[in-house]
């Protein structure tokens, strides 16, 4: 069985930082492209960021930009998403999602085909 497990979200204060995981399981991530996804209630789930098997990364959110780091650890099969100076407007569920591919970075969500069952992270004083 093909999965994908985030972990790591939670509730934080404004300026705090935490570390998404996306563990797979029943397939190896090192040759797909990975991509952290974000949705907030009432609106469109976004692209964060993703990173490429040769562990190229792009940001797609500009207001996350420098702020949030994607990365991976192939020997322990998960991806992470570090995000600094967390705030309010960070609150969503994040997703983490996979797909095959050669070194390419995808913001559409319809590009993935396996996705996690998403993480909560509220900022929040």
């Known amino acids: 069985q093909l999965q994908l497990v985030e972990s790591g979200g939670g509730v934080v204060q404004p300026g705090g930082t935490l570390r998404l995981s996306c563990a797979a399981s029943g397939f190896t991530l090192d040759r797909y492209t990975v991509g952290w996804f974000r949705q907030a209630p009432g609106k469109e789930r976004e692209g964060v960021a993703c990173i490429v098997r040769s562990g190229g990364t792009t940001t797609y959110l500009r207001s996350a930009k420098g702020r949030v780091t994607i990365s991976r650890d192939n020997a322990k099969n998960t991806v992470y998403l570090q995000m600094n100076s967390l705030k309010p407007e960070d609150t969503a569920v994040y997703y983490c999602?996979?797909?095959?591919?050669?070194?390419?970075?995808?913001?559409?969500?319809?590009?993935?085909?396996?996705w996690g069952q998403g993480t909560q992270v509220t900022v929040s004083s």
């Open positions: 999602a996979a797909v095959l591919s050669p070194n390419v970075c995808y913001d559409v969500p319809g590009r993935y085909n396996y």
